[in-house]
């Protein structure tokens, strides 16, 4: 079994920053990609940043570029996302994805973490 967990999202007030990370645990070979996604209320999930296997490639939605950064620390299987000059339309629950492989089976797989709240408003 193979399992993401979340951590970090909260309330937090414009203009402010909160940092989430998302810990990989269980049966893992080896990590892929990773990334983030979030869904706001009444809206469907999107694509907030990703990021290769070693850093070497980091991807953002036009919404959060120049304000969110992707990382990733492959000795921990975690990736974080700090989040700066938070916008109220940043609202939502972020999810954390990964692309990996679990020992003794051959083809690699998408997990989804549970997601984590964060609420931007004064």
């Known amino acids: 079994q193979v399992q993401l967990v979340e951590s970090g999202g909260g309330l937090v007030q414009p203009g402010g920053s909160l940092r989430l990370s998302c810990a990989a645990s269980?049966?893992?070979?080896?990590?892929?990609?990773m990334g983030w996604y979030r869904q706001a209320p009444g809206k469907g999930r999107e694509l907030v940043a990703t990021i290769t296997s070693y850093g070497g490639r980091t991807d953002y939605a036009d919404s959060v570029k120049g304000r969110f950064i992707i990382s990733r620390d492959n000795a921990k299987n975690t990736v974080y996302l700090q989040m700066n000059s938070l916008k109220p339309e940043d609202t939502a629950v972020y999810y954390c994805?990964?692309?990996?492989?679990?020992?003794?089976?051959?083809?690699?797989?998408?997990?989804w973490g549970q997601g984590t709240l964060v609420t931007v408003s004064s």
């Open positions: 269980g049966n893992i070979f080896s990590i892929n990609a």
């Open positions: 994805n990964a692309d990996l492989k679990e020992h003794f089976i051959y083809k690699s797989r998408e997990v």
